[in-house]
């Protein structure tokens, strides 16, 4: 099961804050059935995308060259306390959500 990991650093007022995210995903570009590798059957995040109270602030592809349990960080102009949430996407179809909170 995976998990997103987050925190704030530096938050205060009209200042940019360092949100960092990880999730814990495998990242894997090939899979085994039968002790046997699968072709083309890819599981890893290819998209991050985040929000601060509801607005996009920071949007990534990546690609499987990405080791497992990736980490992203970015910077955010805390204007007002609120949410920041972001989304892990993967080629399966999933989406792993972390939230936290900006309070001065």
């Known amino acids: 099961m995976s998990q997103v990991r987050m925190r704030v650093d530096n938050a205060k007022k009209g200042e940019v804050a360092t949100v960092r995210a990880m999730v814990t995903h495998p990242m894997e570009v090939m899979q085994f059935k039968d002790g ?30 990405v080791s497992q349990n990736p980490f992203v960080m970015f910077p955010v102009k805390a204007v007002e306390p609120g949410t920041v949430e972001v989304k892990f996407h993967d080629t399966q179809g999933k989406t792993y959500v972390g939230k936290t909170e900006i309070k001065f």
Do not use: H, L, S
């Open 36 to 65: 046997k590798p699968v072709e083309k059957n890819y599981d890893f995040i290819n998209r991050v995308e985040a929000t601060y109270n509801g607005k996009k602030v920071f949007e990534a592809e990546m690609t499987q060259a």
